[in-house]
């Protein structure tokens, strides 16, 4: 059981083990009436500071799987996987890779669930439990939710109870009734709860509650048709990530954009509805300066295709940033590896003929320069 200060300025229950919650314990609970509900429970302090930290880079790891993230306190986080991800070949790889990544910060594995609703990834993940995935295939949700009890459903404790006193107890003895019979005795929460037992609630993930660890947003003054016309934006743009990534002192390896139309800046947000544009790109070299991030952002609006009234650029795969020039041939200031990647940058950015590697002539003719030293193309 771990305690903190609530909004009170008293110590109240943070965060519980299903024993201690099965022994009466409740999240805000008072910590000394949790005491004498579970008397064998440890009771643990949150470090303020330290949980801080620990929300930002779990932050920072949830974005590098999707752009809209939504926190639900301390427990609970849904995300947006909509759309292929290259970097996995399925979905369910994908998954697994949130989870590993996701117990590589908190020290604990998650329970993850996937699925077409919000209510459908949160059944997979309560029947998945800690450390362990479950998917749930679009179109298999009504079938994956027949056997779940009606008591766990989202609905008024009043609409419960008349479901349990016509005897319906699980999802699939409400879809055996005709829905006209059960609007009859219930109203409108008749369609929510169809809804529901189908797997089709229709919530988005709200991500206006927490912003990237590293972004930019840009409300543009109307909306743009011509997305042409976004290009003359990027480097305002680069100039602005460049700014936010010194204040870090990082680099980035990722860049991703997101474009909203005048709807879907003002309310939830869903990858797969129309007026939303996602897309990002790889950078093969860290990039930190303005120089190194117009080019990719230049590649990203080229590609935009959907009506504009705000712009989110995302920085990913944040890194240490790579040594400048003139600090790699100080003594103790580089490795090869350091000096190989400046080069690499700049065989991109002026051409392969650029850089060249500096050796001795056979025989050693002498102390002059230019005849002693001989030049190689890289």
């Not at 529901?196 to 909306?223: E, I, M, S, Y």
């Not at 990722?254 to 003002?266: G, P």
């Not at 705000?310 to 990913?316: K, N």
């Amino acid at each position: 059981m771990v305690s903190g200060l609530g909004p009170s300025g008293r110590r109240v229950v943070k965060a519980a083990s299903e024993a201690a919650l099965a022994a009466g314990v409740h999240l805000a609970q008072d910590a000394r009436q949790a005491e004498m509900a579970c008397p064998g429970a440890v009771q643990l302090q949150d470090e303020h500071l330290h949980l801080e930290v620990m929300r930002e880079q779990l932050l920072a790891v949830l974005y590098d799987f999707s752009p809209l993230v939504e926190i639900c306190g301390d427990s609970q986080v849904y995300l947006d996987l909509g759309g292929r991800d290259p970097r996995w070949a399925t979905e369910a790889a994908r998954a697994s890779q949130l989870g590993r990544a996701v117990q590589q910060v908190l020290g604990v594995a998650p329970a993850v669930g996937v699925g077409q609703s919000r209510f459908v990834a949160l059944v997979a993940a309560l029947r998945a439990g800690a450390g362990r995935i479950r998917l749930v295939p679009r179109g298999s949700a009504t079938a994956f939710l027949s056997a779940w009890p009606v008591s766990e459903l989202p609905l008024p404790p009043r609409t419960v109870a008349q479901l349990l006193g016509f005897g319906l107890l699980t999802c699939g003895d409400c879809l055996a009734i005709p829905l006209s019979d059960l609007q009859r005795q219930l109203g409108p929460e008749a369609i929510t709860l169809y809804r529901l037992c189908l797997g089709q609630d229709g919530a988005t993930v709200n991500p206006r509650r927490k912003p990237p660890p590293c972004a930019v947003r840009k409300v543009l003054a109307g909306v743009v048709e011509n997305t042409e016309a976004l290009r003359f934006g990027a480097p305002e743009l680069a100039a602005m990530l460049a700014e936010e990534l010194a204040r870090l002192g990082l680099a980035c390896g990722r860049l991703r954009i997101l474009l909203l139309d005048e709807d879907a800046a003002e309310g939830e947000l869903g990858l797969r509805q129309p007026g939303v544009f996602l897309d990002e790109i790889t950078i093969p070299t860290p990039a930190v300066t303005t120089e190194d991030l117009l080019h990719p952002i230049l590649s990203l609006l080229a590609r935009a295709r959907c009506r504009v009234l705000t712009i989110e650029l995302q920085a990913l795969s944040l890194t240490p940033p790579p040594q400048v020039q003139a600090q790699l041939w100080a003594v103790g200031e580089t490795t090869r590896a350091e000096i190989g990647r400046a080069v690499a940058r700049l065989h991109e950015r002026f051409g392969q003929s650029l850089v060249w590697r500096v050796g001795l002539r056979p025989g050693h003719p002498g102390d002059v320069p230019e005849e002693r030293l001989i030049w190689h193309s890289r």
